[in-house]
């Protein structure tokens, strides 16, 4: 990048997160800051390509902070997918005097933003924001601290009917192709199994193991389920499948669903995402870069190309699993 862009664009794209909106406010805060002109696009991609814009200041993003969700909307796009589609967003940029983007979002969202910077030159920058947590090169994104702390909270008072009666409950979570809201929200909560698409526990493994822990004066039960796993085609299918050969519990299954999206964000993930917000800004600004993400590496900010973020998936922690292990016994 040869020079300070002078007008910076922000979208919100993909599945919405706790803390989009304290990214937002960051993003067009520090624009402010910097003397740097601020657009709001909304509807995410699908607003690039229909010029859903609004110049934004730093009184446009007054008390949003603690708000859920994102106030410039998001959806997916289907147009944005297409050359013709992505020619018309760059179009609409440049009649804008744009000179970069800035967009918050998973992994889908920084491909789009990807192929759009190499396709058109555009200067871009990712701000991670999902509540699977599944983002290459970054400890955190946006959003998963709150959906654990929901998930926490849910599984704690579901603990409390499967005590009184002596259930069996499966929990589904979410997490698309990551285990890493099961995984946490199993060990915080104490469940007794966990079930993750990194790990495949077997249906046999799991009977044996419900089975022991019955037998070591265990009365009731706790699952964690992450959508992706699929013991079962699903996890009605292995609700079934265990009624049938846990004769001694009473097996009940709840999916927390969009719950797990919404609601104010945490403190940690308000603060990541002020950071996190100022560093695209400034990354762009005072280190000149772009086509990168922005992200949080052992508490210190850091930032990886959008290829190698891409290209390899983000690791679970393995000694989680170890964890999970030693305190379901």
């Known amino acids: 990048m040869s020079q300070n862009p002078k007008h910076i664009a922000v979208l919100t794209s993909g599945g919405d997160s706790p803390g989009m909106n304290a990214a937002i406010r960051a993003v067009v805060r ?3 800051y910097h003397e740097v002109k601020c657009t709001g696009i909304y509807r995410g991609f699908e607003g690039l390509i229909e010029k859903d814009f609004e110049v934004l200041n730093a ?3 007054k008390n949003i902070i603690n708000k859920g969700g994102t106030f410039l909307k998001s959806t997916r796009s289907e147009k ?3 050359d013709e589609g992505r020619a018309l967003a ?3 940029l440049k009649e804008e005097n744009i000179d970069a983007l800035v967009v918050i979002g998973g992994n889908g969202s920084f491909k789009g933003a990807e192929i759009i910077s190499d396709e058109h030159g555009i200067a871009v920058i990712g701000i991670p924001a999902t509540i ?4 290459n090169g ?3 994104s946006i959003g998963y601290d709150t959906a654990l702390n929901t998930v926490i909270e849910a599984i704690d008072k579901i603990r409390d009917t499967a005590n009184s009666h002596n259930r069996l409950f499966l929990v589904e979570v979410m997490g698309r192709d990551a285990g890493d809201i099961a995984l946490n929200a199993g060990i915080g909560a104490g469940a007794e199994e966990i079930l993750i698409p990194e790990e495949n526990l077997g249906v046999d493994r799991l009977l044996t193991s419900l089975k022991h822990s019955r037998a070591s ?5 706790i699952i964690v389920v992450s959508e992706s796993e699929k013991i079962g085609k699903n996890i009605f299918e292995l609700a079934e499948y265990l009624k049938e050969h846990l ?3 009473e097996i009940r299954l709840t999916i927390l669903g969009h719950i797990q999206r919404g609601g104010a964000p945490s403190c940690y993930d308000r603060v990541l995402a002020s950071r996190l917000g100022i560093k695209a800004v400034e990354t762009l600004l005072l280190d000149k870069k772009s086509n990168v993400i922005v992200g949080i590496t052992h508490r210190k900010l850091t930032t990886i190309p959008f290829q190698k973020a891409a290209s390899t998936p983000r690791k679970l922690d393995k000694d989680l699993l170890r964890v999970a292990d030693i305190t379901s016994i």
């Open 30 to 32: 520090s624009c402010a």
């Open 59 to 61: 009184r446009s993003v």
């Open 80 to 82: 944005f997918r297409t």
């Open 90 to 92: 760059y179009k609409n």
């Open 132 to 135: 699977d947590n599944d983002v």
């Open 138 to 140: 970054t400890d955190f």
């Open 217 to 221: 004066g265990k009365t009731s039960s």
């Open 247 to 249: 004769k001694a519990y």
